[in-house]
T-cell receptor, first 116, second 112 residues
Framework: AQTVTQSQPEMSVQEAETVTLSCTYD???????LFWYKQPPSRQMILVIR??????QNATENRFSVNFQKAAKSFSLKISDSQLGDAAMYFC?????????????FGQGTELSVKP | EAQVTQNPRYLITVTGKKLTVTCSQN?????MSWYRQDPGLGLRQIYY???????DKGDVPEGYKVSRKEKRNFPLILESPSPNQTSLYFC???????????FGQGTRLTVV
């Protein structure tokens, strides 16, 4: 069975600085998708960034980028120029390319605080 | 506006009193799922559906039922709620199994 691990329950960053959130996963599959979701206090789940395992190039969305290391099964999220609005719970998630139903397997989450 | 709508957003109930949390999507999505979110555990899938009348268990299905009589609706039913079902629940939908999942606003359920 696949698992996703976020080893940092809490992180803190100064406004305008850069922070990296860690995520590792375990799978025997070769084709899958990885995601980072943001959950602000409103509880809404917001997709931040998506990575296809067959793509070597790291995904980027504005200030958000990932470091995808397939051999190491690592998928970290880097937030550059942190803003107060980035404060939220962040979840790393895995989805198999073969799984019926498109199940997302989530990590435990990392609570990010941004200091002004 | 494309969205997934859950109701209610907050619910406090007593042990054993049957309840239903509704979920509706307006994007004509094939796939729908229910997740529960608990501190330190992330989100875990309860049930999913790939189409009308096609449902299957996720990782934590005990104590829950679902139905998919119409493509847009996917209600979650707790026949006899217990305190260990106190949690934050999310409904999600996607067009295909490998496309983006859209989440509802969440339902905070407390069973006393």
């Amino acid at each position: 069975a696949q698992t996703v691990t976020q080893s940092q329950p809490e992180m803190s960053v100064q406004e305008a600085e850069t922070v990296t959130l860690s995520c590792t996963y375990d799978t025997s599959e070769s084709d899958y998708y990885l995601f980072w979701y943001k959950q602000p206090p409103s509880r809404q789940m917001i997709l931040v960034i998506r990575q296809e395992a067959y793509k070597q190039q790291n995904a980027t969305e504005n200030r958000f980028s990932v470091n995808f290391q397939k051999a190491a099964k690592s998928f970290s999220l880097k937030i550059s120029d942190s803003q107060l609005g980035d404060a939220a719970m962040y979840f790393c998630a895995y989805r198999s390319a073969y799984n019926q139903g498109g199940k997302l397997i989530f990590g435990q989450g990392t609570e990010l605080s941004v200091k002004p | 506006e494309a969205q997934v709508t859950q109701n209610p957003r907050y619910l406090i109930t007593v042990t054993g009193k049957k309840l239903t949390v509704t979920c509706s999507q307006n994007m004509n999505h094939e796939y729908m799922s229910w997740y529960r979110q608990d501190p330190g555990l992330g989100l875990r899938q309860i049930y999913y559906s790939m189409n009308v009348e096609v449902t299957d268990k996720g990782d934590v299905p005990e104590g829950y039922k679902v139905s998919r009589k119409e493509k847009r609706n996917f209600p979650l039913i707790l026949e006899s709620p217990s305190p260990n079902q106190t949690s934050l629940y999310f409904c999600a939908s996607s067009l295909m199994q490998n496309t983006e999942a859209f989440f509802g606003q969440g339902t905070r359920l407390t069973v006393v």
